[in-house]
């Protein structure tokens, strides 16, 4: 079935880390999308990406970085800078003026 | 500056009541896209409708409607005869019409729907 994959389901990161989440997508989705959700809030977002090799900043791109080398893939790294990271983070990919879809998100939390 | 206001914070009903959810929107465009995303304990976002600027027809899918009112900026969403499957949180979002802001979603707070036995 198509979808799209997030992992891991849950995420530690000591202090002064670097973790990297995973997101992949078999739609053939030309865009790719990041959020961060914190309790009681909506979604926000992060960076995303309309094509392969580029990407935009979103709302609150602060302490983290992405890479789109692939069509499939997004990564999303929260760096050390990143001074409160633990949240809920979604993936989501659209393609042309179709609505977004949602992996199943995963939760990063400080150890 | 785009956004969007869910003042309900939690609803909680008896299952085969009737629940709406509230949604006003600001924007300054003029194409504009709504929609609803419904999220269970699961964590994933389900897509549920959306609806462009130019079309304010109001639709009924199943136990789910929408009345989208522009003159009033709302777009609210009514859950008939609830069931427990039905508790979530439920976002309304907006997205302006432009190809390069596509994606680029304000949403709102979350309304969380409770619903009992």
């Known amino acids: 079935d198509g979808g799209i994959t997030q992992s891991p389901k849950y995420l530690f990161r000591k202090e002064g880390q670097n973790v990297t989440l995973s997101c992949e997508q078999n739609?053939?989705?030309?865009?790719m999308y990041w959020y961060r959700q914190d309790p009681g809030q909506g979604l926000r977002l992060i960076y995303y990406?309309?094509?392969?090799?580029?990407?935009q900043k979103g709302d609150i791109a602060e302490g983290y970085s992405v890479s789109r080398e692939k069509k499939e893939s997004f990564p999303l790294t929260v760096t050390s800078a990143q001074k409160n990271p633990t949240a809920f983070y979604l993936c989501?990919?659209?393609?042309?003026?179709?609505?977004?879809?949602f992996g199943d998100g995963t939760r990063l939390s400080i150890l | 500056a785009q956004k969007v206001t869910q003042a309900q914070t939690e609803i909680s009903v008896v299952e085969k009541e009737d629940v709406t959810l509230d949604c006003v929107y600001e924007t300054r465009d003029t194409t504009y896209y709504l929609f609803w995303y419904k999220q269970p304990p699961s964590g994933e976002l389900v897509f549920l409708i959306r609806?462009?600027?130019?079309?304010?027809q109001n639709e009924i899918s199943g136990r789910y409607s929408w009345n989208f009112q522009k003159s009033t900026s709302s777009f609210n969403f009514t859950i008939t005869a609830s069931q427990v499957v039905d508790s979530a949180v439920y976002f309304c979002a907006l997205s302006d019409g432009t190809t390069d802001s596509w994606g680029k979603f304000q949403f709102g707070a979350g309304t969380q729907v409770v619903v009992t036995p």
């Open positions: 990406s309309q094509i392969v090799n580029d990407f």
């Open positions: 609806r462009n600027s130019f079309d304010e």
């Open positions: 739609l053939n989705h030309d865009a």
């Open positions: 989501a990919s659209s393609r042309d003026s179709q609505p977004q879809h």
